[in-house]
Structures are given as C-alpha cells and as structure tokens.
C-alpha cells in the first residue's frame, strides 16, 4: 500500500526547466493534463518575468529538438537485393515508406506552425501564457514595481557569490527567482514547494532532493524556523503535497522524461566540459602556465646536471 502524502498549505514555484518538459512529454494528453492543473491553480504558482523570458528564450531550441527526431522517421534506406525485388514484403516495405513520409511531412508542418506563430498553435505556450499573465501577489511581472527592489537584492547575492549561482552563471536569474520566492513566504504565510532540476538550488541523492545547506539556512533565519520549503525535481510531487490531482500516468510520465533529460543533461555536461578544457588550452594564461612549468623542469634538469 503507498505512503500517504501528508498535504501542506503551501505555494509552488516551478523552474524553467520543468515547464520546457511539456515539450518533452510523449503523451500529449499527459502533458496538457499537468498544463490544465497549472491552469486551474493560478493562485498556488509561484512565477516572474523571469520565468517567462527563460522559457521563451529556449523554447524554440526545445523544439527543434523534436524536430531532429522527425527526421529520423523512416529514414532507413537500403538497395533491396534484385532476387527479392518482386516480393510482396518489399511491395509493402515501400508502401510504408511512403506513409512514414507523408506522415512525418506532415509532423514537420505542425512544428513549423508551432514555431511561427505560438499563440494559436503551440498549447503549451498559449497554457503557460495564462499563468506568466496572471494579475496575482505572486507573480512578479513587469507591471510589479517592487520587480526592482528584488533585482538589487539578487545583484548584492550574486555579487557576494550566494547560491543559487552556478560557476559559469553571469546572470542574476536565479537570484531573482530566489529573492522572489522568499518575499512571497513573506508576504503570503505559506511553505514553499520549489520545483527544479538546477543543481544550484540543491542535490539529487537516491531519488530525494536535498536544499542547499546555505538556502536552507538562509530560509529560515529570513522567514521562520518553522515555516517549511521543499525542493523536489517532481512536479507531479508538488501537486500531490497541496492536494492537486495527479494520475498514475502523470507520474510514470514525467518519470520517463526525468531520466531521459538526465542522460541528455550528462551529454550535455561532458561537451561542455570538453569545450572549456579545449578553450583553456587555447587560451593565453594557460600557455604560460605550461611555459612556465617547462621553464621550472629546465630548471631542475640544470641543477640535476650540476
């Protein structure tokens, strides 16, 4: 029998990363069954100009991600051997490369339409628009005034070298979304559900999410030792702690892209590395490190010598 998950009245703020997974989701229905429960719960979403700029910044990169694997639709080829041209097989394996074609044409189109005009075709996008529009408290959009006094904030935190701040970060971003969050815990009375896959806010470790010590800390000497804030990498997980319906095929669902975005996210980290490692190699101040150790060895082959 599954543990009962013990409900909490709390707010949610949702990354940038988790909404770009309801382009990954396969099933679609899946997808705009999360998207109806954002919908329907305006009021618990915790969400910025940020937010919204980060997701329609790479929005369209997702997508193109989708694309590629169109194109590998029906795009085995092959001479079939003249023995066997006459086969009924080879009738049916040329008719289904036509229907794969047409098909996949098709699919192409729709992405297409999708990309040029997102208000009418993408539902995910006219979705999360109704949420990034949404006139509430907990929205810090570009009507918002004290949008400035949390940017300040974030400017002084990013400065001071505070998480949520990545090595490579050279954008407040998501030190806004953290000074954010933490005014509307203020502002609200609520525990703060934060859902995200950004290792700068916290860790994964077997299957948990684990708060960064200092944000923990800073969380409850800021708003309250008793007041709670959770980080999970499971939207579906928030939804179920504030009583937000959730079917089973939500959460095997978003299971699936988790690992799949993970395996990407490792690809993604290895050429990255790959790419500073080989731009410090060109790079000036790393031949003169390598100048200057070849010029100590010299020196210890002299000595040596003497």
């Not at 919908?39 to 700029?53: A, G, K």
């Not at 109704?130 to 810090?140: A, M, P, R, V």
């Not at 959730?246 to 290895?270: A, D, G, P």
């Amino acid at each position: 029998m599954a543990k009962k998950i013990e409900s909490i009245d709390a707010l949610i703020f949702i990354d940038t990363n988790i909404l770009l997974d309801f382009y990954r989701i396969r099933k679609s229905d899946i997808s705009l069954k999360y998207l109806e429960e954002i919908e329907n719960h305006l009021d618990l979403i915790i969400t910025s100009s940020q937010v919204e700029m980060e997701f329609k910044k790479n929005r369209q990169s997702v997508i193109l991600e989708s694309i590629t694997e169109v194109k590998k639709i029906g795009t085995v080829t092959g001479n079939i051997p003249a023995i066997l041209s006459d086969t009924k097989a080879v009738e049916m394996i040329a008719k289904s490369r036509k229907e794969i074609q047409k098909k996949q044409k098709k699919l192409k189109e729709k992405i297409e339409n999708i990309l040029k005009n997102p208000t009418y075709n993408d539902p995910v996008y006219k979705s999360l628009q109704k949420l990034f529009s949404y006139n509430s408290e907990i929205n810090l959009n570009r009507e918002n005034k004290v949008r400035f006094t949390i940017r300040n904030l974030a400017k002084k935190r990013f400065l001071l070298g505070y998480p949520p701040r990545k090595k490579t970060d050279n954008s407040i971003g998501d030190a806004v979304n953290w000074e954010w969050i933490i005014r509307c815990a203020e502002n609200t009375g609520k525990h703060i559900i934060l859902v995200t896959r950004d290792s700068d806010f916290g860790c994964v470790y077997d299957n948990d999410s684990h708060l960064n010590d200092w944000l923990k800390q800073e969380f409850k000497q800021r708003i309250s030792q008793k007041r709670k804030i959770i980080l999970t990498d499971k939207l579906h997980k928030a939804f179920q702690l504030v009583e937000i319906p959730v079917t089973k095929e939500m959460i095997e669902e978003e299971e699936n892209v988790i690992n799949t975005s993970f395996r990407s996210y490792k690809s993604f980290q290895l050429k990255e590395a790959i790419e500073q490692l080989k731009e410090r190699l060109e790079s000036n101040e790393w031949n003169e490190s390598l100048r200057k150790m070849r010029d100590n060895l010299d020196f210890l082959d002299d000595e040596n010598n003497e």
